[in-house]
């Protein structure tokens, strides 16, 4: 088991800084960094004043165990837009904002095109589930069918408009998550 690892993945799910941590454990920023990096080991009072802030026991850090949500049925997933819209997304999985992709359905209806979306880092990857779509990438425009996926670096301005006769639905992913609603 690496400590620096479990440390640093708690340290992100609450969304701390290693300088908010280390502020709130009574600790310095570069010994946080160190423990991450496994350059170096913490007491156990140190560990239990981390642990602390996350609220979490020692047995719970040294539990082998994951309570984490590994499977997401329909139930969990957000509707990020109002049913009658024309362009439906929903969040597949809760708490995007947390993890380093964000997988959604997006459904839009014949002619519907979504928003150009600017430029941004990360990476984005869409497959296409039914219809028939037109992804833009600046300036340059390809058509991508049922069963067919796509797959761009976001440092490109983009959209996609159904340009098929019925609904269109796209299983997309983009990292970092950016469809936050």
């Known amino acids: 088991m690496k400590i620096g690892e479990r440390l640093k993945r708690l340290r992100m799910i609450n969304s701390l800084t290693q300088e908010e941590l280390a502020s709130r454990a009574d600790l310095t920023k570069g010994f946080i960094s160190q423990l991450e990096n496994d350059t170096t080991s913490p007491s156990i009072a140190t560990l239990k004043d981390i642990l602390d802030v996350f609220g979490v026991s020692m047995q719970e850090f040294f539990s082998e165990t994951s309570d984490e949500d590994i499977v997401y049925g329909k139930d969990a997933r957000v509707q990020a837009t109002d049913d009658d819209e024309k362009i439906r997304v929903e969040l597949l999985v ?3 904002q947390n993890r380093e992709m964000d997988p959604v359905l997006v459904t839009l209806e014949p002619g519907e095109e979504m928003d ?6 990360g ?5 296409v589930l039914l219809g028939k779509v037109q992804l833009r990438l600046d300036d340059r425009l390809y058509t991508v069918k049922k069963d067919e996926c796509f797959y761009f670096s ?4 983009h959209s996609v408009k159904n340009i098929g006769k019925g609904a269109a639905r796209i ?6 998550p950016t469809f936050y609603y």
């Not at 150009?116 to 880092?121: I, L, S, T, V």
């Not at 990476?123 to 497959?127: D, Q, Y």
């Open 94 to 96: 809760p708490g995007a």
């Open 116 to 121: 150009e979306q600017p430029f941004h880092d």
């Open 123 to 127: 990476e984005e990857f869409g497959f």
């Open 154 to 157: 976001s440092d490109k301005k």
């Open 171 to 176: 299983l997309w992913v983009v990292t970092p």
